[in-house]
């Protein structure tokens, strides 16, 4: 196979992949703050993430993927000021705080699953390891850390080159990004602990050697992705955003208990957003673009997965409906290709498909590149050199890195009906029924009141589709 280079976000180029351990390659992913449903741009990062973990799987590798879950210590800022999101969100819905983090974890999860991404080995959550939190904090206390009122914070002075990740020296500095505390030494320095305010009433909260209180964001990650991958790992992934405070202050952290230069990881890998024009895609917003936003719209959630994969991970994705609606009728062409080499499966072909596979593997080698992927997929399944049997065996290594499920969607999968509809499948099939008979006797006022009927009810007759759909479902 192609030796695989991955872009090292660290060093701002790219690298050959040189795992520690080829049998099992150890990844760890910064997961969800579960105070609110996941948007789909939260979601781009782990459609990436699972790229990368299907092609190291593909390329023959073993793989312990962590991905962790926040429900406590994340701020409403980037930094140290402001409520925690967990306590935030309990606070504003009335709930018990436990529940409103099992409820949008359960949600996360079913997102997931709906995109046709794997399982990682395990979904740490942080509340699990507020004690192996407090013990890293007071291993590096005495030589990186100071005491505020309000908790211990990390002097960043203290490890070398603190910031290189996020490009401090060459690309200008992030520090208004971060919220001034009183009595900071330096700007960039970051809570290890905050100390619960006298009168505060938390839900979420624990006694340490600096007061009862919660962790700082930055410090689960450290704890969590060292306990179940080691003082070293592969690959750190992430959203871009997290390039600027969240992974620089890991690194950090990692370098004070390690007591060398060494950041944790091999590989930093950052995707990048999701760009909403529109400004729906924001919780702040109000009006947050969830995957079951896209599937009461009558998306299907695995045309969300192929527009990411129309776009490299490292560039911005614009997401607009149009965009959708191409994505979901890519797909539709896809499956409906697929439904006619099943047909035609005995057929014989003159020419191999393991070219095919190569091209493949050389594209996906490149920094993971799924636009210039999919390309390869459509010659394949047009090319009629290649038997049908032979295009569809091919398929899989196509379905195995790209996620598709190609082999399994079925037509009838993809018919996803508005969450307003007042109609079912069976009714629809029934009044196409009908409409194809008042065609035939040429009753055209009756095909027509038909068809205004099920536009009524958010089904969009197509006439004349190319593709053979009797219909789909209005946006």
Excluded at 72 to 99: C, Y
Excluded at 267 to 277: E, G, K, Q, T
Excluded at 408 to 417: A, G, Q
Aim: contains cysteine; aromatic residues 8%.
């Amino acid at each position: 196979m192609t030796p695989l280079t991955l872009y090292n976000s660290l060093t701002r180029s790219l690298e050959l992949f040189q795992p520690a351990d080829p049998a099992n390659v150890r990844i760890y992913s910064c997961g969800p703050t579960v105070y609110h449903y996941a948007h789909i741009g939260n979601l781009r990062a782990y459609l990436f993430t699972d790229t990368l973990g299907r092609v190291l799987t593909w390329k023959g590798h073993g793989l312990t993927h962590v991905i962790n879950i926040t429900d406590v210590g994340h701020l409403t800022s980037d930094a140290d000021a402001g409520d925690d999101k967990m306590e935030a969100a309990a606070k504003a819905s009335g709930r018990d705080i436990w529940a409103v983090a099992a409820h949008y974890t359960q949600a996360f999860k079913a997102n997931l699953k709906d995109l046709n991404v794997r399982d990682p080995a395990r979904f740490p959550l942080a509340t699990d390891h507020v004690p192996g939190m407090i013990a890293f904090g007071e291993a590096i206390a005495d030589k990186h850390c100071y005491r505020l009122p309000d908790g211990l914070y990390f002097d960043t002075s203290t490890v070398p080159d603190y910031g290189r990740l996020a490009g401090t020296r060459d690309e200008g500095p992030t520090e208004g990004r971060i919220d001034t505390v009183a009595g900071k030494r330096h700007a960039a320095d970051f809570a290890i602990w905050r100390t619960s305010a006298p009168g505060e009433n938390r839900q979420m909260e624990w006694d340490s050697p600096w007061g009862r209180g919660a962790p700082g964001w930055h410090l689960e990650c450290s704890v969590m992705s060292r306990q179940y991958l080691g003082d070293h790992f592969d690959i750190h992934t992430g959203g871009i955003d997290h390039r600027e405070i969240h992974h620089p202050n890991e690194i950090a952290q990692n370098q004070a208990i390690g007591g060398t230069a060494d950041t944790g990881a091999s590989l930093w890998m950052h995707n990048n957003f999701l760009v909403d024009r529109t400004g729906k895609m924001s919780k702040s917003s109000g009006e947050t673009l969830t995957l079951p936003t896209l599937v009461a719209r009558g998306f299907h959630p695995l045309a969300y997965r192929l527009m990411c994969l129309q776009a490299h991970y490292r560039s911005e994705l614009e997401f607009s409906w149009d965009n959708l609606v191409a994505a979901q009728t890519r797909l539709k062409r896809l499956v409906q290709t697929v439904a006619a080499l099943r047909v035609r499966g005995d057929a014989k072909g003159a020419a191999s498909a393991s070219p095919y596979a190569e091209r493949l593997d050389a594209a996906l080698s490149d920094d993971l590149n799924t636009p210039k992927a999919l390309p390869i997929l459509d010659e394949l399944l047009a090319d009629k050199k290649v038997g049908p049997a032979d295009r569809l065996a091919a398929l899989a290594d196509f379905d195995a890195v790209l996620g598709l499920n190609l082999l399994d969607l079925s037509r009838e999968d993809l018919r996803v009906r508005p969450a307003d509809a007042r109609i079912d499948e069976a009714g629809i099939a029934a009044r196409l029924a009908d409409r194809r008979e008042a065609r035939a006797a040429k009753d055209f006022p009756r095909s027509d009141t038909i068809r205004d009927e099920l536009a009524a009810l958010g089904v969009e007759v197509m006439d004349g589709d190319p593709l053979g759909w009797d219909w789909k479902v209005t946006v």
